[in-house]
């Protein structure tokens, strides 16, 4: 037989393309971080350490699901780490996390208050509980751009940061400014925001008053884009109600090393899942779960045996164990990603038409402005570069987000994670060093030197694709009912039988059990004429329930 994917895969490899993606562990040993020089080695002895350390339960072994030696004797150093009540191991990714720590959370059709904008994970669980579920979507933010016209001017860029993050660069000035050119104006992106402790209390309030009371709330944070919600202020709320918090905190495993930043399990959460392949140097699929209030705990351990395989892999295991004790061994490792991370901000300030998201530090001085361009927080490392909407290239052609991530993967080399109509998100980790930063920002601004603003092409249609929706019946029931496949236009009015969604993040447009209305018909279009990867939709046709 021959090894198609293996085959593939040193093809790829030997294309030198840069990952601005997860896994955390950027393809590089951990070893790379403190600078060994036997990384190629490594490389090639990679299939003979895995197959070396590839175990399962038997004699003198230890299983990950009833731990008594020496996984028990990890599983105990990582819940001092992280100061948690219970940390679980999982091989089978956030998605059996949120997963479990939904049935640990709520019986067969209660109710369950979500952020719009949580993983596709959740709803599958929805789904499977027959939930009824009820949505809490956040606002949009927007950021600041130069009020003037014209495209940049972009100086000479020197090479390099230290390796201490100290930003070495020197760079000429982007443009030379008149005041004119100084002054900035506030627009609406597409990146959602945080959820205030005020509006979910508020929606809450609404759901206790129709004798609907949740029995759990679940939100993301950090989200895809790097924002984050002020969980302590939302779990002093939600334990008012009597009601369980579960955050998925995926995008942000790094945060417990982190200096500035505190995780949703300190601040009073019931459970979070942490995706450790995101963000740190751990293998794909990695994950932990952590449990803060005991009286769930037997219900974790229930479900978690459900939900992951009987075969846990131990290759998983030691790569998460070897990745928290990095990050609990060498914080001095994340302090100095935290000046890299900062020095590069402060280079990509001087961008015009392609800009680095950073919402707490707009320059706006109107206060209702200025409210609309923040967050609670923001993980710094989710590096998300955003395409002001009239932005065109040099023949004319609007320019998108998705023609930012092509000429970044075919021009330099650099893979973007993931690509949207108006910007596209870098993933970075502590492993990428000072050069890797002064390659990505090289690139992004000679692209950004090569576009121009015309503010009568911004046609700029503010589609609010992810609120709004009414639901027929809960999702779990359209689940099992017949469907159809319909032309996407002539879908209006008709109830979804399928979830709708661009992959990655995997955000549902629509939900089964969903009324399809013209603002989802006008968003599945849009995200489709971009370019993007939308689940759902087969040859211009999504599936609607038979006869309703």
């Not at 001092?80 to 990714?93: D, E, Q, R, S, W």
């Not at 230290?162 to 760079?171: A, F, L, P, R, T």
């Not at 449990?291 to 769930?296: D, G, H, R, T």
Request: hydrophobic letters at 40%; proline letters at 4%; glycine letters at 8%.
């Amino acid at each position: 037989m021959k090894e198609y994917i293996n085959e593939a895969l040193e093809k790829y490899i030997e294309k030198g393309t840069y990952p601005w993606h997860m896994p955390g562990h950027k393809r590089q040993p951990i070893e790379a971080v403190q600078n060994v020089d036997n990384i190629s080695k490594s490389r090639e002895n990679f299939w003979n350490g895995v197959y070396a350390h590839d175990f399962t339960e038997a004699k003198d072994l230890d299983d990950m699901h009833e731990p008594e030696m020496f996984i028990a004797d990890s599983i105990a150093e990582m819940k001092k780490v992280y100061g948690t009540f219970a940390t679980y191991m999982l091989v089978n990714g956030s998605t059996s996390g949120l997963m479990t720590a939904i049935h640990a959370t709520c019986h067969r059709g209660d109710v369950i208050l979500a952020a719009r904008n949580c993983h596709k994970a959740v709803y599958n669980a929805i789904c499977m509980l027959e939930l009824e579920p009820e949505y809490i979507v956040p606002d949009y933010v927007s950021m600041s751009w130069p009020d003037g016209v014209g495209q940049n001017e972009v100086g000479a860029i020197s090479n390099g940061m230290s390796d201490d993050g100290e930003d070495d660069c020197e760079i000429s000035e982007m443009m030379a400014p008149g005041d004119e050119d100084d002054r900035e104006m506030s627009e609406r992106t597409d990146i959602l925001g945080d959820i205030s402790p005020d509006k979910l209390e508020l929606a809450l309030k609404e759901l206790v008053a129709d004798d609907r009371k949740p029995s759990a709330v679940i939100i993301t944070s950090p989200t895809y884009e790097g924002v984050i919600s002020d969980i302590r202020g939302i779990a002093e709320v939600v334990h008012r109600y009597g009601i369980y918090l579960i955050v998925d905190e995926a995008q942000g495993a790094h945060l417990n090393f982190m200096e500035g930043h505190e995780t949703a399990m300190k601040q009073g959460a019931d459970i979070v899942i942490e995706s450790l392949h995101k963000t740190m140097p751990a293998l794909t699929q990695t994950s932990l779960l952590h449990v803060m209030n005991p009286e769930l705990d037997e219900r974790v351990r229930r479900y978690l045996q459900i939900f992951q395989t009987s075969s846990p892999s131990y290759i998983f295991m030691q790569s998460m164990e070897k990745a928290v004790a990095f990050g609990a061994n060498n914080r001095d490792e994340f302090a100095r990603y935290g000046r890299r991370l900062e020095a590069f901000a402060g280079k990509c300030d001087g961008l015009r038409n392609i800009r680095l998201f950073r919402p707490d530090a707009s320059s706006v001085k109107n206060d209702e402005i200025c409210n609309a361009c923040k967050v609670f927080d923001r993980d710094e490392g989710r590096l998300v570069f955003v395409v002001r909407s009239g932005t065109v290239d040099e023949s004319g052609q609007k320019f998108t987000g998705v023609m930012l991530a092509e000429i970044l993967a075919d021009r330099y080399g650099l893979i973007v994670e993931m690509a949207s109509v108006s910007y596209v998100i870098c993933i970075s980790s502590v492993v990428d060093s000072a050069d890797s930063y002064d390659i990505l920002f090289n690139a992004v601004a000679e692209i950004d030197g090569n576009l121009g603003y015309e503010p009568d092409k911004t046609d700029r249609q503010e589609l609010d694709i992810i609120s709004g929706r009414r639901s027929a019946m809960p999702p779990g029931t359209a689940w099992d009912r017949p469907v159809e496949s319909v032309p996407i236009e002539g879908a209006a009015g008709k109830v979804s039988g399928a979830f709708v969604y661009a992959y990655p993040p995997g955000i549902p447009v629509l939900a089964p059990g969903e009324v399809v209305d013209r603002q989802a018909v006008n968003g599945i279009k849009s995200m489709i004429d971009s370019g993007l990867n939308v689940a759902g939709v087969n040859d211009g046709y999504i599936k609607v329930l038979c006869g309703e």
